[in-house]
């Protein structure tokens, strides 16, 4: 049986590649934060088979701890603060989980695996957000990074950090390079999730209006569920390397905004959003779109849920939420 430790299991990602792990066989341990985590229930509801271990991406030794309980074959680095919109009020916290914490997991693979520096594969959770004012369209994994984030420079320090643990010490280590990927668990402060729950509550009556900040921006969007699959395809190659994952489909929050309302059969959406300074970003990313050709050519991979599929499936989802929040849970 095949063993898998998951660090960031409490988030959508995790979720999702612990059912599919846990589908395949695997044994699979999680890591969780800090004294009386409130998703602790949520996780051991969704998914029991996962033993749960408590560490820290910033206390190396907890994640020494760590390896050496759960004994695995896969490493997968899922953890982050991921909300890059707070990244800029706490950059040096950011920069310790996102980035510094990516370089605590490398050591404690490298350490645990000192005798044979690929018995660990290593799976790092890399970004779009890295592209950030894009170089290339559409990005590719030899695109300049140029990040225009605290998140976004911390994942980029996390992505080089990588790919120097697997060229010094011949660790397999993959970066996926991962496009925005959203699902009905997908957290309520990102823009898909933000609009699909106020939509479905302005539909039912519940509230009249939505603010947001840049309507404009462009951001190619996936399904996290596909995205996981492509994390677990890259560990099953020969050797490390680094991968875009993405549909090749770039849109607006706009037009998120106008397919989220016509599920509901609204079309003079404009009336119920409203633009908040709050809401702007100090440096945005205006354009995101990969090329997932090597992805599709040397994993196999393709994603299975497009654009409309992606709103239809989260707008579900929340109307079901909001008709009886009292008993349905994402
Ligand atoms: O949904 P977002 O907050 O996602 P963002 O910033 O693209 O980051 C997500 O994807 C990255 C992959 O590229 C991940 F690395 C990262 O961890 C995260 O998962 O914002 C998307 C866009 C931005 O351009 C933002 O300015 O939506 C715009 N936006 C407009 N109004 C808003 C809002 N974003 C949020 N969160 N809230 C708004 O009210």
Redesign the pocket.
Known sequence: MPRALITGITGQDGLYLSELLLAKGYEVFGLIRGQNNPKRELVQETVPGVTLLTGDLTDLSSLMRAMESSEPDEVYNLG?I????YSWENAMLTTDVTGKGVLNMLEAVRLYSHDDPAKVRFYQAS???MFGKVQDVPQRENTLLWPRSP?GVA?VFGHYMTINYRESYGMHASSGI????ESPRRGP????R?ISIAVARIALGLQDSL?????D?R?DWGFAGDYVDAMWRMMQQPEGDDYVVATGQTHS?REFLDLSFAHVNIDDWEKHVTQDPR???PA??DL?IGDPTKAKEQLGWTPTVDFPGLVTMMMENDLRIQERPQVARS
Do not use: C, D, P, Q
């Open positions: 982050a991921s909300f890059v919109a970004s779009s957000e998140y994942k991962l496009f925005n990927h402060e990102f823009v898909t933000k603010s947001l900040g840049n309507l921006a951001r929050i809401f702007f970003r945005e990313v995101l």
